[in-house]
Nanobody
């Protein structure tokens, strides 16, 4: 059973920084992408940043230059968020997609990030 667990969310003032972590447990093979998504109240879930198996990294335009996604060899991933803005307030989810014996799409439970003075 694969589980993803996010941590590192919290309340921060505009211009501040947070580092989110996503710990993956269980055996995972055939990963095609690892990414972070977010969902603000009343809005649809949106992609924030993703690492594709080729090593390509994509960011939402709204976070380019401010956020940085990374991963380690243990299938954990991170999101460094700098220069945070109130509009970054959302629940942040980590996601792993891939295909082995079957296609899979794993999600964490989410961690709240609130940016406010």
């Amino acid at each position: 059973q694969v589980q993803l667990a996010e941590s590192g969310g919290g309340l921060v003032q505009p211009g501040g920084s947070l580092r989110l972590s996503c710990a993956a447990s269980g055996s995972i093979s055939g990963i095609t992408s690892m990414g972070w998504y977010r969902q603000a109240p009343g809005k649809q879930r949106e992609l924030v940043a993703v690492i594709i198996s080729s090593g390509t990294i994509n960011y939402a335009d709204s976070v380019k230059g401010r956020f940085s996604i990374s991963r380690d060899n243990a299938k954990n991933m991170f999101l460094q968020m700098n220069s945070l803005k109130p509009e970054d307030t959302a629940v942040y989810y980590c996601n792993i997609q891939g295909s082995w014996d079957y296609r899979y799409d794993y999600w964490g439970q989410g961690t709240q990030v609130s940016v406010s003075s």
